[in-house]
C-alpha cells in the first residue's frame, strides 16, 4: 500500500470513528429542554420566598439544578422526574436508541407545561 492509500485509510478511519459522537439526533433537543427546565427551576425557585439554609448551602456546596428541584419542589412540578427524563433521553442517545431518546424528551416537555 502506498503512502497516499495509507494516509487515505487512516483519515476514512478517523472520520468514521467520530461519527457516532455526532450523530445523536437528539442532542440538540436534549440541549433545548435541559435549558428550558433549567429556567423553569430558577423561577420556581424565587417565587417562594426566603428558607432557611440547607447543610449543603452552609457548607459551601454549588446549587446545582437537581438539588434546587429537590430543595423547592414548589408548584407541585416534579422537575426531579423532568430531570430523570433527561437523563435517560441522554443514555437513549448515546446507544442510539432514537425512539426511547424523543420518548424521555416528550415526557420532560409535558412536565414543564
Known amino acids: 500500500m502506498t503512502s497516499i492509500a495509507t494516509c487515505r485509510a487512516a483519515v476514512l478511519v478517523l472520520l468514521c470513528a467520530t461519527m457516532p459522537a455526532h450523530a445523536g439526533t ?20 424565587g417565587s417562594h420566598g426566603w428558607k432557611p439554609e440547607s447543610l449543603n448551602a452552609l457548607r459551601s456546596h454549588q446549587p446545582t439544578p437537581r438539588s434546587l428541584a429537590e430543595a423547592e419542589g414548589g408548584s407541585g412540578v416534579d422537575f426531579t422526574d423532568a430531570l430523570d427524563s433527561l437523563e435517560r433521553a441522554r443514555i437513549a442517545n448515546r446507544t442510539g436508541d432514537v425512539a426511547a431518546c424523543s420518548r424521555e424528551i416528550a415526557h420532560a416537555r409535558a412536565i414543564l407545561r
Open 26 to 45: 437528539c442532542t440538540d433537543d436534549i440541549a433545548q429542554t435541559q435549558a428550558e427546565l433549567d429556567l423553569a427551576i430558577e423561577k420556581d425557585a
